[in-house]
């Protein structure tokens, strides 16, 4: 282990992430809030933690191991969601306790959307636009960001990208160079949020609310400045705006950059990801609108519409984004809709799930050995766009379900431990390991009335669901740590 050369990595990224508060100390100064001492104290904080770390190694020219980029992707994570914690903490108005304000920093990092605050028409402004740039800083992972900068600063990318990239095939690169490759993720991620905000504005929304909810539509993150979230607008427009950036967020964006350097949508219309994830999200929508009319959940055919569109991309995207509350819709539209998160969005996207890929190459090795048992002596290929897939790669899919199935379970047992009810814990789990927000029962509007512990056992979830599990897990295995 190269343990200098860790510190050293999480210095200057701890040094880099105390920049990201300028843009709310900006706001604090414009409008003459209260919060402007506590975001500097944060920031003089974070910046001295950050070099506290670096400068006793600044020399240290050792490159990172892919062992190491595991260490550093964890500690990071972790280390964030407490630094991330301080502005929340130190504001003091509204008083947000510890626990309280790692659970909103952790949710805001790894995207998750579930909160703890009410009241948020009443926040301060610097507060509001520094919890949705968590959402948009974590959307793509702030560390693809990093590699992009500390190549320049001599120490080596491609361990990052690989131990914190999503995705169950990690090794593919759009071009040559790593550093390349996170500039291009990035500069896609960023026009698309410019583009987003431009598409709010123009729809109705102010200039703060369009920036502000175009950080957490092009992550999947699902925070709002408002209570309501996107139903405090109440235009069918913004609706339409959110779902087009939701849908485009969870298409994988290497695809957005191989259509973009075609310029072809022949790109998105080849891949059998996309072709399920549209397939996934059309027949969802269809079987809510066409339920919420049966019921007649809704006075007119244009809400049903609305509502039910909305509501099967936010959740199936795991955005996390309202506009009813759809837990109290009839029957089993709210179960089907949380079951929808588990799926997902695409490898290589912004949302959670167990994503679709990997829910394709489960369905297609099902199938394979149902055929396997009617022919024994066949061989049969699993394909993906007409080329065979590698064995590894659908062993790794099975030990990713796996594992999955299992910390689902032992989260679950763990939260009913704690007193909450079964309906509570199961969809809270999911909303957290999903990285979704919403749940059911108590946390179907916030997390405010759940216990400390729970809590901090779904900042765990939420953190192994961003981490895609075996980020985290492969630390706590005995070979790990074997020279």
């Not at 003459?32 to 950050?50: N, P």
Request: hydrophobic residues 50%.
């Amino acid at each position: 282990m190269q343990f200098l050369a860790i510190q050293k990595t999480l210095g200057l990224l701890l040094m880099l992430f105390s920049t990201t508060l300028l843009p709310p100390l900006a706001l604090a100064i414009f409008y003459e809030e209260k919060t402007l001492k506590a975001l500097l104290l944060c920031l003089f904080l974070i910046l001295t933690v950050g070099a506290f770390l670096w400068l006793p190694v600044y020399k240290v020219k050792k490159e990172l191991r892919l062992r190491d980029g595991f260490i550093v992707v964890v500690l990071f994570w972790a280390g964030l969601g407490l630094a991330g914690a301080m502005p929340f903490l130190l504001t003091g108005k509204p008083y947000i306790s510890f626990t309280d304000s790692v659970f909103e920093s952790v949710s805001g990092l790894t995207t998750t959307g579930a909160t703890v605050l009410t009241g948020l028409d009443e926040l301060p402004r610097s507060l509001l636009f520094y919890r949705q740039q968590l959402q948009w800083l974590g959307g793509m992972g702030i560390i693809v960001l990093a590699v992009a900068v500390l190549p320049m600063l001599g120490i080596g990318g491609m361990q990052l990208y690989r131990a914190e990239t999503p995705g169950p095939i990690k090794d593919s690169k759009l071009t040559p160079r790593i550093t390349e490759t996170a500039k291009a993720l990035w500069y896609i991620y960023l026009s698309l949020t410019i583009a987003c905000a431009f598409m709010y504005w123009l729809a109705g929304m102010s200039l703060f609310d369009a920036v502000s909810h175009s950080f957490s539509t092009v992550s999947i993150g699902g925070f709002s400045t408002h209570d309501r979230s996107i139903g405090h607008f109440d235009s069918e427009l913004i609706n339409a705006v959110a779902v087009v950036f939701m849908l485009i967020a969870g298409i994988n964006f290497t695809l957005h950059f191989m259509a973009w350097r075609s310029f072809s949508l022949a790109t998105y219309r080849r891949d059998s990801e996309v072709k399920a994830f549209i397939g996934v999200l059309c027949g969802l929508c269809v079987i809510t609108c066409v339920y919420l009319w049966a019921k007649a959940t809704y006075a007119d055919t244009l809400g049903t519409l609305s509502h039910g569109i909305f509501q099967s991309v936010s959740i199936a995207t795991t955005t996390g984004f309202t506009t009813a509350a759809y837990q109290d819709w009839p029957t089993f539209l709210p179960v089907l809709l949380l079951f929808a998160s588990f799926i997902g969005a695409c490898a290589g996207s912004t949302g959670g799930g167990l994503k679709v890929i990997r829910i394709v190459l489960l369905y297609k090795q099902g199938r394979r050995e149902i055929r396997r048992l009617i022919h024994p002596s066949a061989i049969f290929r699993i394909k993906l766009g007409g080329k065979p897939v590698d064995e590894s790669v659908i062993n790794a899919v099975w030990g990713f379900f796996a594992s999955y199935v299992a910390v689902f379970a032992l989260l679950l047992i763990l939260l009913m431990a704690t007193g909450l009810d079964q309906i509570t814990a199961f969809s809270a789990v999911a909303a957290c390991l999903n990285n979704l927000g919403p749940g059911l029962g108590e946390v179907s509007a916030n997390y405010t009335g759940i216990n400390d512990t729970a809590k901090w056992l779904l900042c765990l979830a939420m953190l192994l669901g961003r981490l895609e599990i075996f980020t985290l897990l492969v630390l706590l295995t005995p070979t790990f740590w074997r020279k």
